[in-house]
């Protein structure tokens, strides 16, 4: 997997395409090597007290494969769609597109306080977060958070401490929430955008990051073991935790393994293949509950965690698969192999917009940072289409739009002045 990774990034030369490459690179390394390895050397290939060990032997094989597939794939269509401009083209911007931004940002942050403070409510007393009509729509709406926050500091804002509070209340929003990929998609796009961003002092600023991203790994592990949604973290069992319970913290994400082993062992055998299910589920999450009340989505995903145990306990537990599982439970081995060849080409193309688009070097590394974390880390490691693309929708096409927005507007004003 090692070689591989250098061999397609001494292939390019386009940093973007490096980027993702590098991003996609850590989760397959994470989830497909260093995942079984784990479960294997100190668990002993058991969870949720089924023995996987023989089926996980292997499955670093199917990492291997998908990792090299969609490496190679990703270069051969950057290659086809044009060369990549990370200079971007100058700092002019619009008043309109920054006010856009701002306001979406409060209606984030009024989003993520109803979530807070209704989620809490129903969890002191015992209820289901779907007890309440609207707190899902709200639970979504807060993600707009991320791609204003993001955008305003791509394009330099001027109002740095109000943009400070506004990230502080975002990450103490996520954290108490226990909202980890919030964290991810936020933080995640400004840490690769200012460790690729060229600058003088190259070495000591990527130290610097370097650190911050250990961190941010070690916080992830602390919230593993000790947070309590709605309650924050549980700060006696940090203080109580040994290095076990830190290795299942940082560990504890690629249980995706054994969702992968559940699909790879029950579709197609005693299960049939999804086919469009996830693309249905995809359309109907996007109807209130309070207009069509008896939908029931991601059965599959339920099906997928039960087959870990066959047990309640496995669907509880909310094991997932990694996206080509999913692939997998649709079509088989031809549905991986197309599906990836279609993410591959979905990732490149969002790449392609961002750095066609993108007004400045900043603003095209945020966007670049923000794709590849979103694609090669957050759909690697949740694999529901239905589930990526609500996210999708909150998070990436608003950052898109206000990046082509501000492209538009400062091409006006070039025109105007010629």
Same mark, same amino acid.
């Given at each position: 997997?090692?070689?591989? =990774?250098?061999?397609?990034?001494?292939?390019?030369?386009?940093?973007?395409?490096?980027?993702?490459?590098?991003?996609?690179?850590?989760?397959?390394?994470?989830?497909?090597?260093?995942?079984?390895?784990?479960?294997?050397?100190?668990?002993?290939?058991?969870?949720?007290?089924?023995?996987?060990?023989?089926?996980?032997?292997?499955? &670093?094989?199917?990492?291997?494969?998908?990792?090299?597939?969609?490496?190679?794939?990703?270069?051969?269509?950057?290659?086809?769609?044009?060369?990549?401009?990370?200079?971007?083209?100058?700092?002019? =911007?619009?008043?309109?597109?920054?006010?856009?931004?701002?306001?979406?940002?409060?209606?984030?942050?009024? &989003?993520?306080?109803?979530?807070?403070?209704?989620?809490?409510?129903?969890?002191?007393?015992?209820?289901?977060?779907?007890?309440?009509?609207?707190?899902?729509?709200?639970? $979504?709406?807060?993600?707009?958070?991320?791609?204003? !926050?993001?955008?305003?500091?791509?394009?330099?804002?001027?109002?740095?401490?109000?943009?400070?509070?506004?990230?502080? /209340?975002? #990450?103490?929003?996520?954290?108490?929430?226990?909202?980890?990929?919030?964290?991810?998609?936020?933080?995640?796009?400004? @840490?690769?955008?200012?460790?690729?961003?060229?600058?003088?002092?190259?070495?000591?600023?990527?130290?610097? @990051?370097?650190? %911050?991203?250990?961190?941010?790994?070690?916080?992830?592990?602390?919230?593993?073991?000790?947070?309590?949604?709605?309650?924050?973290?549980?700060?006696?069992?940090?203080?109580?935790?040994?290095?076990?319970?830190?290795?299942?913290?940082?560990?504890?994400?690629?249980?995706?393994?054994?969702?992968?082993?559940? +699909?790879?062992?029950?579709?197609?055998?005693?299960?049939?293949?999804?086919?469009?299910?996830? !693309?249905?589920?995809? +359309?109907?999450?996007? /109807?209130?509950?309070?207009? =069509?009340?008896?939908?029931?989505?991601?059965?599959?995903?339920?099906?997928?965690?039960?087959?870990?145990?066959?047990?309640?306990?496995? +669907?509880?537990?909310?094991?997932?698969?990694?996206?080509?599982?999913?692939?997998?439970?649709?079509?088989?081995?031809?549905?991986?192999?197309?599906?990836? @060849?279609?993410?591959?080409?979905?990732?490149?193309?969002? #790449?392609?917009?961002?750095?066609?688009?993108?007004?400045?070097?900043?603003?095209?590394?945020?966007?670049?940072?923000?794709?590849?974390?979103?694609?090669?880390?957050?759909?690697?490691?949740?694999?529901?289409?239905? $589930?990526?693309?609500?996210?999708?929708?909150? +998070?990436?096409?608003? =950052?898109?739009?206000?990046?082509? @927005?501000?492209?538009?507007?400062? %091409?006006?004003? !070039?025109?105007?002045?010629?």
């Amino acid at each position: 997997m090692s070689v591989n =990774y250098l061999l397609v990034s001494m292939s390019t030369r386009l940093i973007p395409i490096k980027i993702f490459l590098t991003v996609f690179f850590a989760s397959s390394l994470y989830y497909g090597v260093l995942g079984p390895w784990y479960w294997l050397e100190f668990r002993g290939g058991i969870f949720l007290g089924s023995y996987w060990r023989d089926e996980i032997k292997n499955i &670093s094989l199917i990492y291997l494969f998908v990792n090299v597939f969609v490496s190679w794939m990703v270069l051969i269509f950057s290659r086809r769609v044009g060369d990549f401009h990370p200079e971007g083209g100058g700092r002019g =911007y619009d008043v309109n597109v920054w006010t856009i931004a701002w306001a979406l940002l409060f209606l984030g942050s009024l &989003s993520a306080a109803y979530v807070f403070l209704v989620g809490r409510k129903l969890t002191e007393h015992g209820l289901l977060l779907i007890d309440d009509s609207f707190l899902l729509i709200f639970y $979504q709406f807060s993600d707009l958070i991320i791609p204003a !926050l993001i955008f305003l500091v791509s394009m330099n804002c001027r109002r740095v401490k109000l943009l400070i509070f506004f990230s502080i /209340i975002f #990450l103490l929003y996520s954290s108490f929430t226990g909202l980890r990929y919030k964290i991810a998609l936020y933080i995640g796009p400004l @840490l690769l955008a200012f460790y690729f961003f060229p600058r003088r002092r190259q070495f000591a600023t990527r130290a610097g @990051l370097a650190v %911050s991203c250990l961190i941010a790994v070690v916080f992830f592990s602390f919230m593993t073991i000790a947070r309590s949604k709605f309650s924050g973290l549980d700060f006696d069992a940090i203080l109580a935790a040994g290095v076990e319970d830190l290795l299942y913290g940082f560990f504890a994400e690629t249980n995706s393994v054994f969702g992968l082993a559940s +699909v790879l062992t029950h579709y197609g055998k005693e299960w049939p293949h999804i086919y469009m299910e996830p !693309l249905s589920d995809s +359309v109907l999450q996007l /109807i209130p509950r309070f207009i =069509y009340p008896e939908k029931e989505l991601y059965v599959y995903l339920k099906d997928i965690a039960y087959g870990i145990s066959n047990s309640e306990e496995g +669907v509880l537990s909310g094991t997932t698969t990694p996206f080509f599982g999913e692939y997998y439970a649709m079509f088989g081995w031809v549905g991986l192999i197309s599906g990836c @060849l279609i993410y591959s080409l979905l990732s490149v193309t969002l #790449l392609r917009f961002v750095c066609n688009w993108s007004v400045n070097i900043k603003q095209t590394l945020i966007g670049v940072g923000l794709i590849s974390v979103f694609m090669g880390f957050f759909y690697y490691s949740r694999g529901s289409i239905p $589930q990526i693309f609500k996210v999708f929708l909150f +998070v990436v096409v608003p =950052y898109l739009v206000f990046v082509r @927005l501000q492209s538009i507007s400062k %091409s006006f004003v !070039l025109e105007r002045k010629k």
